[in-house]
């Protein structure tokens, strides 16, 4: 069979799923508005610029293809059922309104999608459960690394906690957004001595800039966090440097309460243990693998500091079980099921 994905950004997700099916053997193609570097898996890439474009692609491309479509956004499903009533479409939800947003709204969107595809994916199994599906096929696919992506080190020692991903400040920010904001979290870890790491694409060379640096970066550098801008090779690369990597937040958040987010994947194939603050679907992880720990409090996490030694030797011993390669199998079995 042909699959066709199509993504708005440079997805993560999707390399990761197209080179896990490449090594099967399905020839994957890409559809994107922003072409992505690397993603040797796809046989052809093309790239849109406005609904009209993405139109006339997929009418071309034909209705004898699954197309794998990742959102968000998530109008291209109900484009894609518009170009080719006939089409087979999965729906693969990385994100949504329904578990972001607080408060209680219809995504009208989401909704059309959710009605226009034959099947879905979702990146945990409470997303799965709370989530409308009207009885349609689905599958929860982990957002995991590939094996290749591992590595082993030698690492020079930074110690510390490793605070990856989305930062904001939250005077300039709307309040939708809270669960990246990590004010209180590390002004708890300096007053306890405890070094926080935050790399994130949301900053701009924090202190190594010889100029003032920009006002986000200037926001954590006075919380204490030494500040860092990799690309993901080299981010995961930098994680096994430090003794804990962390997931979620102290403060709780609506997203939280759904997120197994890529960081997480990021820390095994980093091969630095968690650390998890009010996110269940990683600890369900932690739990079963035995990578990390679950924690309530800074204080908590600070007498359990020690930890992160033993913790390391089990990431080394599990991590295998916690990679694409692992999860394709359930997306191959979705695609036999509705092709």
């Known amino acids: ?159 510390g906690i490793v605070s990856q991903g989305g930062h904001i400040d939250p005077a300039k920010t709307h309040k939708g957004e809270s669960w990246r904001d990590y004010t209180d979290l590390y002004k708890e870890l300096e007053s306890k001595d405890k070094q926080v790491f935050a790399y994130s694409a949301d900053f701009k060379g924090g202190i190594d800039l010889k100029t003032q640096p920009p006002e986000l970066d200037a926001y954590y550098i006075k919380l204490g966090a030494i500040l860092g801008c990799f690309n993901h090779m080299d981010l995961i690369h930098n994680m096994g440097r430090h003794d804990w990597s962390l997931c979620g937040n102290i403060n709780g958040a609506k997203v939280w309460d759904y997120a197994l987010p890529n960081k997480f994947f990021d820390a095994m194939s980093g091969c630095v243990p968690v650390v998890n603050f009010n996110c269940p679907e990683v600890g369900k992880l932690i739990d079963e693998y035995d990578v990390g720990i679950n924690v309530e409090s800074v204080d908590e996490l600070v007498e359990r500091w020690d930890e992160h030694k033993e913790k390391r030797a089990s990431v080394y011993r599990n991590r295998n079980e916690l990679t694409m390669e692992r999860q394709i199998h359930k997306v191959i079995e979705l695609y036999n099921e509705i092709y």
Request: glycine share 6%; charged share 25%; hydrophobic share 40%.
């Open 1 to 159: 069979m042909k699959i066709v994905f199509i993504t708005e950004h440079g997805c993560g997700r999707a390399i990761k799923q197209a080179s896990a099916l490449y090594d099967k053997g399905y020839e994957v193609a890409l559809i994107a508005s922003k072409l992505m570097k690397g993603g040797g898996a796809f046989i052809t890439k093309h790239k849109y610029d406005n609904a009209k474009e993405l139109f006339d692609i997929v009418s071309l491309l034909g209705d004898k293809m699954i197309y794998h479509i990742h959102n968000e956004p998530s109008w291209m499903v109900s484009l894609v059922r518009e170009a080719l009533p006939n089409a087979k479409i999965i729906y693969d939800v990385h994100d949504s309104n329904y578990w972001r947003a607080e408060g209680d709204y219809s995504w009208y969107e989401e909704d059309s999608a959710i009605q226009n595809c034959d099947a879905m994916i979702f990146p945990s199994q409470i997303c799965e459960e709370r989530y409308q599906t009207l009885g349609k096929p689905t599958k929860v696919v982990w957002s995991a690394n590939l094996e290749a992506w591992k590595f082993y080190g030698p690492w020079d020692w930074y110690g």
